[in-house]
């Protein structure tokens, strides 16, 4: 009923920058939050940034100032700007919307295919 697309991940250099992006598509939906998480190989997945539909964000300690997450609710994308990245930040990103859809019940949480960031000399 909904799929999320993913774009924006691939290799950078440390201390470069990164735009990842989410469009989230389909059937009729409202996006309450979305997310962007992260995990290393044999690392649980963490959250990294999230923002509500009233566009309050919150961080993971690990991010804070070198992070910005945004997004645009008529396009309804979530974007993740890096910058600053660092060799700890490599990771697979995930793309997640916490949303209502239209003539059903209760909400749903949707994943993305999840898009590697590799951050290497």
């Known amino acids: 009923q909904v799929q999320l697309v993913e774009s924006g991940g691939g290799l950078v250099q440390p201390g470069g920058s990164l735009r990842l992006s989410c469009a989230a598509s389909g059937s009729s939906f409202w996006i309450y939050s979305m997310a962007w998480y992260r995990q290393a190989p044999g690392k649980q997945r963490e959250l990294v940034a999230g923002?509500?539909?009233?566009?309050?964000?919150n961080y993971a300690n690990s991010v804070k100032g070198r992070f910005t997450i945004s997004r645009d609710n008529g396009k309804k994308t979530v974007y993740l700007q890096m910058n600053s990245l660092n060799p700890e930040d490599t990771a697979v990103y995930y793309c997640n919307a916490h949303l209502a859809i239209q003539d059903t019940s209760g909400q749903y949480n949707y994943w993305g295919q999840g898009t590697q960031v590799t951050v290497s000399s």
């Open positions: 923002i509500t539909s009233g566009y309050i964000t």
